[in-house]
């Protein structure tokens, strides 16, 4: 029996299929009673707009059933809200491997904020532009880079 925590943790972000909802700081927290085996699953929402959550929902459960935990609720809670600094730098780097820019850290309140470079997945290089606020989905932007003329998403600092 895999426990019930790596089990969740293992379910994949169904619109970026190369991080999984842990690495994408989602899954808030994974509690199992020891009386009755129950597991309960905490879960925050990303991108508002996002119509992912209820097949996130329909895999955790899945994923827990095959672990051998049939009985699981999985709870979602908006508060704190989540936001792109969540993501784990591993998660980060599997973004980039994947060919979407992960987002920039999000400026602290009273702080100037700089638009900082998104940087070109492929070629690593600052010259980018923004072609569409709406990517392949609506979490994600499309880019292009000036230097190698690659089209790319980029994932929304939010
Ligand atoms: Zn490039």
Known sequence: MTDARTAAASVVDPEIRVITIDELGILRAVEEDPASGRVTVTITPTYTGCPAMDVIRADIRSALTAAGHPDADVQTVYSPPW?????????????AAAGIAPPA????AGVVSLTLAVRC????????????????TACKALWRCRSCSEPFDHLKAL
């Open 121 to 136: 997945p492929q070629c690593g290089s600052p010259e980018t532009e923004q072609v569409s606020r709406f990517g392949s």
């Open 105 to 108: 850290p999000v400026p602290a």
């Open 83 to 95: 936001s792109t600094d969540w993501i784990s730098e591993g998660g980060r780097v599997k973004l």
